[in-house]
């Protein structure tokens, strides 16, 4: 059975640790994303390509599937543009799904010929705690609610054909990213340390990890999930 898996948006951050451990684990990672890493992994190809062009996205596609056959993907590329509900921009809105929602479903769509001839697949949607609810996140947050809509849609239809379908809730994260927009020592970050229940923030590691165990071989039992890689932060946000 293939050992490839799709991974959008693997150059940095969140998506660089994943194809780094993935590839640790023995996969052969193929990394959609529109900038190069610093350094590839072991096993790891790049493929430079805007998501957002759809024709080209296709096309490339089709070529890697009439290569490789893939039969796992991670749905991980994401845009935030945080804004107030006042301040939304329909605009920003639309480009928001675009990259959050369409390009996960073309993705899927893409892979799932393979993934049925094969009588297995694994598809893991990269989600966020923001689904759940944050300030200056409308785009952001209703796009990743429906990621997990189309996570849980997915692990229904597929579930007789082998495929499971899971998402994971990052909750802060110390990617370069996160850590330019929150400082070690500005009274933001430290707000957020302090409804983290084990008190540190999650690493881009940590959220891999959970990847990797939605990608085994063993995991065809597990469908349909969320798993919130948070620290303890959404237990008192998820209900009685």
Same mark, same amino acid.
């Given at each position: 059975m293939t050992q490839y898996v799709l991974v959008t948006? /693997?150059?940095n951050g969140i998506g660089k640790a994943i194809v780094e451990r993935l590839?640790?684990? /023995?996969?052969l990672p193929v990394n959609l994303d529109i900038n190069p890493p610093t350094a590839l992994s072991p096993n790891e190809t790049h493929i430079p390509i805007d998501l957002l062009d759809t024709g080209s996205l296709q096309a490339r596609l089709n070529e890697l599937q009439s290569r490789y056959g893939i039969t796992r993907l991670v749905n #991980?590329? $994401?845009?935030?543009?945080?804004?107030?509900?006042?301040?939304?921009?329909?605009? &920003?809105?639309? %480009?928001? &799904?675009?990259? #959050?929602?369409?390009?996960?479903?073309?993705?899927?769509?893409?892979?799932?010929?393979?993934? %049925?001839?094969?009588?297995? $697949?694994?598809?893991? #949607?990269?989600?966020?705690?923001?689904?759940? /609810? %944050?300030?200056?996140? +409308?785009?952001? +947050?209703a796009s990743k609610a429906g990621l997990i809509g189309l996570t849980r849609t997915w692990a229904l239809e597929l579930a007789r054909h082998g495929i499971t379908v899971n998402a994971i809730g990052p909750g802060p994260i110390a990617t370069e990213l996160f850590m330019n927009a929150n400082p070690p020592d500005s009274e933001r970050t430290r707000q957020i340390l302090a409804s983290v229940p084990v008190q540190r923030l999650g690493q881009p590691e940590d959220v891999a990890h959970g990847v990797a165990s939605f990608m085994d071989d063993r995991a065809g039992f597990i469908t349909g999930q969320v798993l919130y890689i948070c620290g303890g932060m959404t237990v008192g946000l998820c209900g009685a």
């Open positions: 948006g /693997g150059s590839s640790q684990d /023995g996969f #991980n590329a $994401g845009m935030v543009q945080p804004a107030s509900l006042e301040e939304t921009d329909i605009d &920003a809105l639309r %480009k928001v &799904a675009r990259l #959050n929602l369409e390009v996960p479903l073309l993705l899927a769509q893409s892979l799932l010929p393979a993934m %049925k001839s094969a009588g297995f $697949g694994r598809i893991v #949607n990269i989600s966020s705690r923001a689904a759940l /609810g %944050k300030e200056l996140r +409308s785009a952001y +947050s």
